[in-house]
């Protein structure tokens, strides 16, 4: 069974920077794509950024230019750099691995419990 654990949110001052890391663990022969959605109170779930096998990433408009999405140096890890927070960016984020091959194939989309990031003075 495949399971998503994030790490690394927390409350920040608007400017400020922290790092999100996401480990998938469970029996995984590989992971398509990896990436971070973000719901904040009384909106849905909107995607942040993905990453790709092959290295490829994609952005929210929103956070385009301040965050940054890595593939962790461990594998089948994700990290997410937020720098330049602002308070609109205050959300639960959700680690997301989709494309996952394990042992009975691929099934569906994985997500991990969320992590709160608050942007706040």
């Known amino acids: 069974q495949v399971q998503l654990v994030e790490s690394g949110g927390g409350l920040v001052q608007p400017g400020g920077s922290l790092r999100l890391s996401c480990a998938a663990s469970g029996i995984i022969f590989s992971i398509g794509v990896m990436g971070w959605y973000r719901q904040a109170p009384g909106k849905q779930r909107e995607l942040v950024a993905t990453i790709l096998k092959d290295g490829t990433t994609t952005y929210a408009h929103s956070v385009k230019d301040r965050f940054t999405i890595s593939r962790g140096s461990a594998k089948n890890t994700v990290d997410l750099q937020m720098n330049s927070l602002k308070p609109e960016d205050t959300a639960v984020y959700y680690c997301?691995?989709?494309?996952?091959?394990?042992?009975?194939?691929?099934?569906?989309?994985?997500w991990g419990q969320g992590t709160q990031v608050t942007v706040s003075s």
């Open positions: 997301t691995a989709d494309r996952v091959l394990t042992t009975t194939g691929y099934n569906g989309v994985y």
